[in-house]
Antibody
Framework: QVQLQESGPGLVKPSETLSLICTVS????????WNWIRQPAGKGLEWIGR???????KYNPSLKSRVTMSVDTSNNQFSLKLRSVTAADTAVYYC??????????????WGQGTTVTVSS | SSELTQDPAVSVALGQTVRITCQGD??????ASWYQQKPGQAPILVFY???NRPSGIPDRFSGSSSGNTASLTITGAQAEDEADYYC???????????FGGGTKLTVL
């Protein structure tokens, strides 16, 4: 079964770039599309964007100017870069995918999440 | 509109039925998906599309939709159902995803 694992620095300085990787195991990254979602402490879920194995992307309009996603099919990974971070970007970041929900936007496979704190 | 609106909190007596709702213009055109999230854990998909429940999700979870409102119904709520519930769908225009603000369910 497909599993996802986020990785990356837990602490990022203000104005710098947050970089995270999601590693896909148990399946091919070419078979699905891949989302990033974040959740500030005590708050709701926010969709950041998604990327297809082709490299095509869709981003949340509120973050679009600062977000870049990419895919590395050779390593079965996809990544998130968020530029010019502020404290408001402090959150748990999840990668997720609709692996078994063909034709739906429902995401049934999630990583465990990784906490990123923006602080000097 | 790209917003999905949920009641912040709902409570239900143990064993009773509760409906959690999600409102938004895009729901007239697209189905909602529903997620359960317990403290410190990643969300779990509990219902999606027109009438789909992921493997392993109890059949007391069901979904429905009418007009601009999607609903998740828990029939015979259990103590372990106490959690935050989020809906999500796509917006009407640009194929972006949106989440509702979440509903905290308390089982009394």
């Amino acid at each position: 079964q497909v599993q996802l694992q986020e990785s990356g620095p837990g602490l990022v300085k203000p104005s710098e770039t947050l970089s995270l990787i999601c590693t896909v195991s148990g399946g091919s990254i070419s078979s699905y599309y891949w989302n990033w979602i974040r959740q500030p402490a005590g708050k709701g879920l926010e969709w950041i964007g998604r990327i297809y194995s082709s490299g095509s992307t869709k981003y949340n309009p509120s973050l679009k100017s600062r977000v870049t996603m990419s895919v590395d099919t050779s390593n079965n990974q996809f990544s998130l870069k968020l530029r010019s971070v502020t404290a408001a970007d402090t959150a748990v970041y999840y990668c997720a995918s609709p692996v078994n929900t063909t034709g739906s936007y429902g995401m049934d496979v999630w990583g465990q999440g990784t906490t990123v704190t923006v602080s000097s | 509109s790209s917003e999905l609106t949920q009641d912040p909190a709902v409570s239900v007596a143990l064993g009773q039925t509760v409906r959690i709702t999600c409102q938004g213009d895009s729901l007239k055109n697209y189905y909602a998906s529903w997620y359960q999230q317990k403290p410190g854990q990643a969300p779990i998909l509990v219902f999606y599309h027109q009438n789909n429940r992921p493997s392993g999700i109890p059949d007391r979870f069901s979904g429905s939709s009418s007009g601009n409102t999607a609903s998740l119904t828990i029939t015979g709520a259990q103590a372990e159902d106490e959690a935050d519930y989020y809906c999500n769908s796509r917006d009407n225009s640009a194929d972006h995803l949106v989440f509702g603000g979440g509903t905290k369910l308390t089982v009394l």
